[in-house]
């Protein structure tokens, strides 16, 4: 059974950063491929980032791409999501998930599920 718990959410002006994390355990990283998700208030889960189980391959959303960075830690079996520049419309929750197979950015896909974290960014 694959766990994921996120941390690292919290409350900034726009123009700040922050680094998410996703501590994963129960699967192997060379089989899978694990994605940031976040649903903004009122609208539908969209998909961030996700990078390879081997860490060779990365995708990103168009909103995001040149600002959040998604990276791993094999040794700490962690992933995580650096946040620069946020904008008041990064505002959302932030969920980690993982999927076996190739990444993709489509919710539907991913089978494991994190509890996610809050990020809210003012302006």
């Known amino acids: 059974q694959v766990q994921l718990v996120e941390s690292g959410g919290g409350s900034v002006q726009a123009g700040g950063s922050l680094r998410l994390s996703c501590a994963a355990s129960g699967y192997g990283y060379s089989t899978n491929c694990l994605g940031w998700f976040r649903r903004p208030p009122g609208k539908e889960r969209e998909g961030v980032a996700a990078?390879?189980?081997?860490?060779?391959?990365?995708v990103y959303a168009a909103s995001v791409k040149g600002r959040f960075t998604i990276s791993l830690d094999d040794a700490k079996n962690t992933v995580y999501l650096q946040l620069n520049n946020l904008q008041p419309e990064d505002t959302a929750m932030y969920y980690c998930?993982?999927?076996?197979?190739?990444?993709?950015?489509?919710?539907?896909?991913?089978?494991?599920w994190g509890q996610g974290t809050q990020v809210t960014v003012s302006s």
């Open positions: 998930a993982a999927r076996s197979g190739l990444c993709s950015m489509l919710a539907s896909r991913y089978n494991n």
């Open positions: 990078i390879s189980g081997d860490g060779a391959n990365d």
